[in-house]
C-alpha cells in the first residue's frame, strides 16, 4: 500500500469472540474523496471507524491513514483527522463553548476564529450547558469539534440523525466546501439520499463485508422505487415489481419500470392512498447487490 491515499485497508477483519464484526475489507480512499460508507444498522461501519481511528485493534488486516499504520503512529495519524462520532457524549455542566476550547486545547489550537464561523452556520447558542441541548444540538456541538481544527481528514459516523433539514443542508455545504479546499470526506450513513447527492463515491458494507466500491452513480443507477399502496393488497400486473409484501390492507413493493405504466395501473385499483419513496438500503442489497454478496461470502 501507497501514502496517496487518505484511507487504505486490506484484508481488514475483527471479530468479538465468536461474533462477526468485520471480515475481509479492502477499502482504498483517495486523498481528496467524498466517499459515502453505507449500510444498514448492525453492518460493519462503526467497526470499521474505530479500527480505522485505532480506538480498537483488527483480528487480522491492515490499515492505514496517509500512507501510515494507524497502530503504529497513532497520534500523528490522528492529529490530521477530524472524527464525529455516532453518538455526541460530552462532560456535564460544561457549556458549548468550554466544550469547543477544551477539544482544541486537546490538540493544542486556537481554534476560536473557526469554531465561531461554525457556531453562526449552525445556529449554536456557545452559551448554553451541553445536558441541557436537544439531541440536534449536540449533534452540531460534535459536528465542530470535529471540523473547528479544518482537520485534512474528516471521518463522520452518522453525522446528521436528530439534525432539521434546514441545518442538515448547512452541514453538507460545509463539507463540500472543505472538500472543495482538499480535504478528505469519509461520511458513514444508513440514509442512501444523503449519499446519493452529496457523495462522489462510496463503498457498501452489509453483514461485515464490502459489497461493492465505485462512483455513486454507478451504484444507485437502480431506478427502482418503494411503493406502498393501501386499499389494495396486490400489486398491479407489470413487469419490473419485485419484493412484494401484504399485510393489514395494505402492499409494498419494489417497482424498476415506467411511472408512467405504474400511474395508469393504479388508476383501475381501489387505492385509498400511496406513498413512494427510495428504497432502503438492505432493499437494494438483496435484490441489485445479490451477485456480490453471494461472491463474497462464498469466498
Request: charge should be neutral.
Amino acid at each position: 500500500m501507497t501514502g496517496k491515499n487518505a484511507i487504505e485497508t486490506r484484508g481488514l477483519t475483527k471479530r468479538y469472540g465468536r461474533a462477526r464484526g468485520i471480515t475481509d475489507v479492502d477499502l482504498t480512499v483517495p486523498e481528496g474523496d467524498f466517499l459515502g460508507f453505507i449500510g444498514p444498522n448492525g453492518a460493519g461501519k462503526s467497526t470499521t471507524i474505530r479500527i480505522l481511528l485505532g480506538l480498537i485493534a483488527p483480528t487480522g488486516g491492515e490499515a492505514r491513514i496517509f500512507g501510515e499504520d494507524v497502530r503504529g503512529k497513532r497520534t500523528e495519524v490522528l492529529a490530521r483527522i477530524g472524527y464525529m462520532p455516532s453518538e455526541a457524549c460530552f462532560y456535564r455542566g460544561m457549556r458549548v463553548g468550554e466544550v469547543l476550547k477544551y477539544s482544541a486545547g486537546l490538540r493544542k489550537q486556537d481554534c476560536r476564529e473557526e469554531a465561531g464561523r461554525l457556531c453562526e452556520r449552525l445556529e449554536l447558542d456557545v452559551g448554553k450547558r451541553v445536558d441541557q441541548l436537544s439531541l440536534g444540538n449536540r449533534k452540531k456541538v460534535s459536528i465542530i469539534c470535529a471540523l473547528q481544527h479544518n482537520p485534512e481528514l474528516c471521518i463522520l459516523d452518522e453525522p446528521t440523525s436528530g439534525l432539521d433539514p434546514l441545518i442538515q443542508r448547512e452541514f453538507y455545504r460545509i463539507l463540500q466546501e472543505r472538500n472543495k479546499a482538499g480535504a478528505t470526506i469519509f461520511l458513514s450513513s444508513h440514509v442512501l439520499s444523503e449519499i446519493q447527492k452529496y457523495c462522489r463515491h462510496a463503498a457498501v458494507i452489509r453483514e461485515g463485508r464490502i459489497l461493492a466500491c465505485d462512483s455513486v452513480e454507478s451504484l444507485g443507477h437502480t431506478n427502482a422505487k418503494n411503493v406502498t399502496l393501501w386499499g389494495v393488497t396486490a400489486p398491479p400486473a407489470l413487469a419490473g415489481i419485485r419484493n412484494v409484501k401484504a399485510e393489514d390492507g395494505s402492499v409494498s413493493f419494489l417497482y424498476s419500470g415506467e411511472a408512467g405504466e405504474l400511474l395508469k395501473a393504479l388508476a383501475s385499483l381501489p387505492v385509498t392512498d400511496i406513498n413512494i419513496t427510495e428504497p432502503d438500503l438492505e432493499e437494494i442489497f438483496m435484490h441489485y447487490y445479490k451477485e456480490e454478496a453471494h461472491d463474497n461470502i462464498e469466498a
